[in-house]
């Protein structure tokens, strides 16, 4: 009982007080064209079928014209893999999960970016890769897919 009660108080109450409840995040499924609905939190899907690919780039550009900085995750694929993401722009940050997906051998990226201070990979399993954009400040963003070939493309401006 007392080693229950110890559990709870270190591990599982820090976490109901403190955590992060998904439940209340609006879920919204990306387009397959631009919108230019922006966002700044929430969680987002494609709601596509696993479709085995390879993460081959990661590119940067930046419309001052129009105000936001484009974010382009480039696949081996002619349709993008199961997408899963949550973008939080109080805690400036957006998380990205792929599946079915690893880098390519040869990937390229970019670091910092005007809106993106850091960008960490982190290979889950075999088959399955997490990306975390730590954002310099507040952003919104409108996410949305193409196809052929496969790009993931997140519009972010202040």
């Known amino acids: 009982m007392k080693n229950s009660l110890i559990l709870f108080l270190v591990f ?24 230019s609905i922006y ?14 690919s390879a993460l081959k780039s990661l590119r940067q550009s930046y419309n001052p014209k129009q105000g936001f900085e484009r974010i382009v995750l480039d696949f081996s694929t002619n349709e993008v893999p199961k997408i899963y993401g949550h973008i939080s722009s109080d805690d400036k940050k957006l998380y990205i999960d792929l599946f079915e997906t690893n880098l390519a051998k040869d ?6 970016t005007k809106h993106i201070e850091k960008i960490n990979f982190f290979p889950i399993e075999s088959n399955h890769l997490s990306l975390d954009l730590r954002l310099k400040s507040k952003v919104i963003a409108d996410i949305f897919f193409l196809d052929n070939p496969g790009r993931l493309v997140i519009d972010l401006k202040n």
């Open 39 to 52: 966002v700044e939190k929430g969680i987002f899907h494609n709601g596509g079928v696993k479709t085995a």
């Open 12 to 35: 599982i109450l820090p976490n109901l007080l403190w955590g992060q409840d998904l439940l209340k995040e609006r879920i919204r499924k990306l387009s397959s064209n631009k919108t």
């Open 107 to 112: 990937f390229k990226t970019v670091n910092a």
